[in-house]
């Protein structure tokens, strides 16, 4: 039996913006504007549109163009409605404003499941459930599913935004501060591989000497450290486990790391505890709920309220926290 911490990711393509162009003579409008295009890769024209066409909405009459005038933004640039597609997607539906591209897997279960994760919205259904009777339950909870969406594409573009340069000078985020990569040929630093260096100064972010000439190739810089992350990863989350286990009552027996995306951490009834070591990109005290929280199904399988309860005894203001790891953003490594 095992118990699994998840975060959720999300991805969206850039908007194709529709050229606006003026009429050389100055005429009154008569012509009119698609309001259809999408924030996210539109489907295949052999696609199946579950929807049908949508007719072309007329653009507001405007007067006629001078050559002070601006030519008008496309109304196509103005009502975009939302987009989000499964890369597995088998199934599209029109949820409020948005249209939602899911995958959906038939399997043996009683009622329709729903998971919003990296990749978008997957849904799970009994063979005898209805494609309308899916899609009826889709829009039923479709204000939870296009703010988990939302989310998921909120954090996607940040952790975009974050992404590393691997190079000399190149920064990450340590423990929820600014580190700085320091190519460094000479060796000169006693630690295998790497070595955390103080700042120089106020204001400045500590530095990772890394043993590679300032010549190296992106790769061989990221892999240097992510080496070094990995011994720092179980080196504190071993001081973690052992500083929360005998608060809770529970004794651990193995740590395994992993390099899930979506997934933080996970606990087995046999006392093995499996931590992300990207959790080292978050400050100390959100590192510290992940290894409480696993911990606390060493005693209580499931997420009822006598497990939070469990968590609350040694993490009062676990529920903040758990809202840090699931709004922050860690940099892509890709």
Known sequence: MALELFGIAGDADKPVPEPATAPRKPAAPSSTQDGRSRRLKPASDDSQDLWGERSAEPAPATPPLTQTDPAPEPLS???????????????????????????????????????????????????????????????????????????????????????????NGGMFPLFGEPLKIVLDAEHRFKERGGALIDALHA?????????????????????????????????????????FAPQLGVRWTRLRLSSAQTRWGSARSDGSICLNWRLLHFRHSVIDYVVVHELSHLRVMDHSPRFWGTVATVMPDYKALRRSLKDEATPSWE
Do not use: C, M
């Open 77 to 167: 640039r103005v009502l975009q409605p939302a987009s989000f597609r499964h890369p597995n997607a088998n199934r599209e539906l029109l949820l409020g404003n948005a249209r939602v591209a899911y995958a959906l897997t038939r399997v043996r279960r009683r009622s329709i499941g729903f998971v919003v994760d990296a990749d978008g919205l997957s849904v799970r259904a009994p063979a005898w459930v209805t494609l309308s009777a899916i899609d009826d339950a889709l829009k039923e909870k479709s204000d939870w599913i296009l703010r988990k969406l939302g989310d998921a594409q909120l954090r996607q573009q940040k952790r975009a935004d974050a992404r590393i340069e691997w190079r």
């Open 203 to 243: 204001g400045a972010p500590r530095e990772l000497h890394i043993a590679l000439p300032t010549t190296a190739e992106p790769a061989k810089i990221r892999d240097a450290v992510h080496a070094w992350l990995l011994r720092q990863a179980r080196a504190h989350f071993i001081e973690r486990l052992n500083y």
